[in-house]
């Protein structure tokens, strides 16, 4: 784990890319192709590989930022072990959990008729935090990337 930076802005990429394709490309597929039902279903699943995706690569971005700070901070170039890509990271982490974790166990009692809160309602703030994320991903993996570029060389 020699280059965290260049790890981190490859791993936002990705990320970011992950949600671009699920909500650019296989969401539309699905509903397009599938009767609503059916697509429902494929999506729902797709979600859920996203959201242990998200979850994976979320954590995995957090250790490798904390570690970059460590050595930011060890090698007298200051700073905070707390920085914007870290927090960015972890708003991120957030948005699934509450996102995908909190309200999907909702959203099959509003489909049946119960609970709360309609399914309409669960599902527009479930989109609202997806779409929450997206961004926050993107600015992470555009902060990343400038790191990356603007630092020496011959450190990190």
Do not use: N
């Not at 039902?37 to 729902?44: D, I, N, S």
């Not at 699943?45 to 904390?66: K, N, P, W």
């Amino acid at each position: 784990m020699r280059e965290p930076l260049r790890w981190c802005a490859l791993l936002a990429a990705a990320w970011f890319g992950v949600l671009g394709c699920v909500a650019a490309i296989g969401t539309p597929s699905a509903f397009a192709s599938l009767p609503a039902r059916e697509a429902g279903q494929v999506v729902a699943r797709l979600l859920a590989r996203e959201a242990q995706a998200s979850l994976i690569l979320g954590i995995v971005l957090a250790l490798l930022l904390r570690a970059h700070a460590r050595r930011r901070t060890s090698d007298g170039r200051g700073g905070s072990v707390f920085s914007l890509e870290l927090g960015l990271t972890l708003a991120a982490l957030f948005c699934t959990a509450a996102g995908y974790y909190g309200i999907q166990p909702w959203m099959a009692e509003a489909r049946s008729g119960a609970g709360r809160f309609s399914f309409a309602q669960l599902h527009a703030a479930s989109a609202a935090f997806y779409g929450l994320k997206v961004l926050l991903v993107a600015a992470l993996a555009w902060r990343c990337g400038a790191l990356l570029s603007q630092r020496p060389s011959s450190s990190d």
